[in-house]
């Protein structure tokens, strides 16, 4: 249990990811049965949450709650953890040909401080008032103040930054492990350069983290300080809320976004880097075909890192903000388009005359090119701030950072657990279950996330429990209902990975020591 | 000392750096657009701390490395009696605190790794010293 095996630790932390997607797409299910059905009683929520549904009807500041929880159970317990600690655990030392990571003691205390956060974070379902509203971002007044801003404000939004501030210091010890093992453990002769690609986005996305979570991790103490001790980082004086005067002076909220964003726009890039870094290996491998431009390839993941410490504005276009700063973090990120398009040039330049091999792995692989254009396409429609002051905070946002961060990278991860899962169990995963849950998810997530897009041009809020207050939304009504059922669909189908997953450790065949036929160290090191 | 330990904590000096960057970051803007800035004003006897770092650091290259554990308790002991005396309602007296307990975790680290590991994790030390001349320089001189 406490092992300081890294292979052990790779499943730990891949099995803590599959454990918080099952839990984050529940509370998305719940959330989108509200959003369609506002008034209807369930007995089961005032079950699970008698503060919250009275009666079984949902208060909006349950669904606020849940929609906080979904967010940072899916950004930071799964597209944080799966990609770069579970994969990079198991894989980076094979294949570097490293012995285990370069700090195993602390690879364990990465793993368990990790879980511990979750548990923290779950927690605050449980206290009085249950989980905080405040979204996955905690954005001040709202998050600095105490329960004087609603029920979940008080201890739920204390335990929030409690767990995210572990899960900074679990992964800034992980990043340090990465980026040791990369620099100093590499087999002799084998230069940067001869990293499979793989390599590459651990160790970039090691260095995004390591600068990022040393940025959140002091944020999140000055916003516990401003809720516990008194303090006015981000609390602007005369703040009135419920009629009392909240006794602070001259804090900014727009401070607090500065320093959440400076982290949170590089978070992007740590759930995508190691994904990409995995999708280049199997369409190489599944195109019988070394990686086209390889070096390109490397370089397009550092320049995509650096920008990302360089565009956080982007996020407060309409936060309040010079037009010249808007310029200017405007044009850096659209800057980011350009390693962005030379990676997707020469996936398909990989692609290109290549004898291709449709395995579940690789139709993985593609369906991730296909969801990285699309959702990268809407990115720099948000990047331009006369667009974004009238998507910003609309269903558009929320389909743009839902294909791109988080089912694109989540494809990556099913790529990557088909391709490397006879290495991690001796058996294949179930090809046919495979390539079914991929056609079927593959249509499902289009079906829940290219018509929020247009709900987004209706100028449709995000965050709102309901719509039904709203005259000009009547027309997105049936929108909604279509994607609350696409929705079911794609949870639905989920149950047939789970099957293959679970099934398959014990009954998939059997496979051979180098199935795919790969060129990377992995397979033939134990 | 190995080249995992000295990149190890080369990587731990840079995350630490980050994050007292950060903290000074958002006091200069906090400092600039707040209008109630009061620069905290602390005891004379606070800004003799400073020596105490460059001292560990010297006994640890001389060998003495009990001696760098002493003095580096020290520093902590003497931190804690500073951050008695500040307080949180005033946002400059905040922030000095902020620096003063994240800087008093990391000596504290320092020591135990002292304690611990010897003039092996002396880089770490040397850093953990010059940060808090930093963080003196930075109340004394500029806020």
Redesign the interface.
């Known amino acids: 249990m406490f092992s300081t095996d890294h292979k052990v630790i790779g499943k730990q932390y891949i099995g803590l990811a599959l454990f918080s997607v099952f839990l984050g797409m529940l509370l998305s299910l719940v959330m989108r049965f509200h959003l369609v059905h506002p008034d209807t009683k369930v007995r089961l929520f005032q079950m699970l949450w008698p503060e919250g549904a009275p009666g079984g009807q949902m208060t909006p500041e349950l669904y606020l709650s849940l929609m906080t929880m979904h967010g940072t159970i899916m950004v930071f317990f799964v597209l944080t953890t799966a990609p770069q600690s579970g994969f990079g655990n198991y894989f980076l030392p094979l294949q570097i040909g490293a012995h285990d990571m ?2 195993p003691v602390l690879n364990m205390l990465s793993f368990w401080t990790t879980a511990l956060s979750l548990v923290t974070l779950l927690l605050a379902f449980l206290v009085e008032g249950g989980a905080p509203l405040s979204g996955w971002t905690a954005y001040p007044p709202l998050s600095g103040l105490g329960k004087i801003t609603g029920p979940g404000q008080g201890l739920g939004q204390d335990l929030w930054i409690l767990s995210i501030a572990m899960f900074c210091v679990a992964s ?1 010890m992980g ?2 492990n990465i ?2 093992t990369v ?3 590499r087999a002799p002769g084998m230069g940067y350069f001869d990293m499979p690609l793989t390599c590459w986005g651990w160790f970039v996305t090691a260095l995004i983290s ?2 990022a ?3 959140l ?3 999140g ?2 916003l516990l ?1 401003d809720r516990v ?5 981000f609390i602007p ?1 005369g703040l009135i809320v419920n009629d009392q005067v909240q006794g602070r ?4 909220p727009l ?1 607090f976004q ?2 959440f964003w ?1 982290f949170g726009h590089p978070e992007v890039y740590i759930a995508i880097l190691p994904g990409m870094g995995v999708i280049s290996t199997v369409l190489s491998v599944f195109s019988g075909k070394k990686v086209f431009g390889y070096k390109a390839m490397a370089v397009a993941m550092l320049a995509i890192g650096g920008l990302g410490f360089v565009v956080w504005g982007h996020h407060m276009f309409i936060s309040g903000m010079s037009p010249y700063s808007s310029i200017a973090f405007s044009v850096l990120t659209m800057a980011v388009g350009v390693p962005s398009a030379v990676k997707t040039f020469n996936w398909l330049a990989t692609l290109w005359g290549g004898r291709l091999r449709f395995t579940a792995a690789m139709h993985y692989a593609l369906g991730f090119v296909s969801l990285f254009i699309t959702g990268g396409i809407t990115g720099l429609v948000l990047g331009q701030p006369g667009l974004d002051i009238y998507f910003h905070d609309t269903y558009f946002v929320v389909a743009h950072f839902h294909l791109i961060m988080g089912v694109a990278a989540v494809f990556a991860i099913w790529a990557a657990l088909h391709y490397w899962f006879p290495k991690m169990y001796g058996r294949f995963l179930n090809e046919r279950l495979g390539k079914i849950h991929f056609f079927l998810t593959f249509v499902g997530v289009y079906a829940v996330f290219v018509p929020l897009h247009f709900a987004g041009f209706v100028g449709n809020p995000r965050r709102y429990p309901d719509f039904k207050e709203y005259e000009f939304l009547k027309s997105v009504t049936g929108l909604h209902m279509g994607v609350t059922h696409a929705a079911y669909f794609l949870a639905a189908v989920q149950l047939i990975f789970l099957f293959n997953y679970f099934w398959s450790q014990r009954r998939g065949a059997v496979a051979p020591g180098n199935p795919w036929g790969a060129t990377t160290r992995e397979w033939t090191d134990d | 000392m190995t ?2 330990a000295r ?2 904590q080369t ?2 000096v ?3 750096s ?2 007292f960057a ?2 000074t970051s ?1 006091m200069v ?2 400092r600039g ?5 009061v620069a905290p004003e602390l005891p004379a006897w606070v800004w003799a701390t400073a020596v105490l770092g460059p001292l560990a650091s010297w006994l640890i290259l001389r060998g003495w490395v009990r001696g760098a554990v002493i003095a580096g308790g020290l520093l902590v002991g003497l931190q804690v009696l500073v951050l008695a005396e500040l307080r ?2 005033v ?1 400059g007296e ?1 922030f000095l605190s ?1 620096l003063v307990a ?1 800087h008093a975790i990391h000596a504290a680290a320092g020591v135990a790794a002292l304690a611990r590991w010897g003039e092996r994790a002396g880089l770490f030390w040397h850093f953990v010293g010059a940060l808090w001349i930093y963080v003196l320089f930075l109340f004394g001189v500029w806020a």
Do not use: K
Request: aromatic content about 10%; glycine content about 12%; cysteine-free.
């Open positions: 370069a700090f800034l990043a340090i980026i040791v620099i100093e453990l390591l600068f979570f040393a940025v991790l002091p944020g103490v000055l300080l001790a008194g303090t006015s980082f004086g002076s001259g804090g900014s401070l500065h320093l400076f | 080249n995992v990149t190890g990587l731990l840079v995350a630490s980050m994050l950060a903290v958002a803007v906090r657009i707040g209008g109630d800035w949180m309602a946002i905040a902020v994240a």
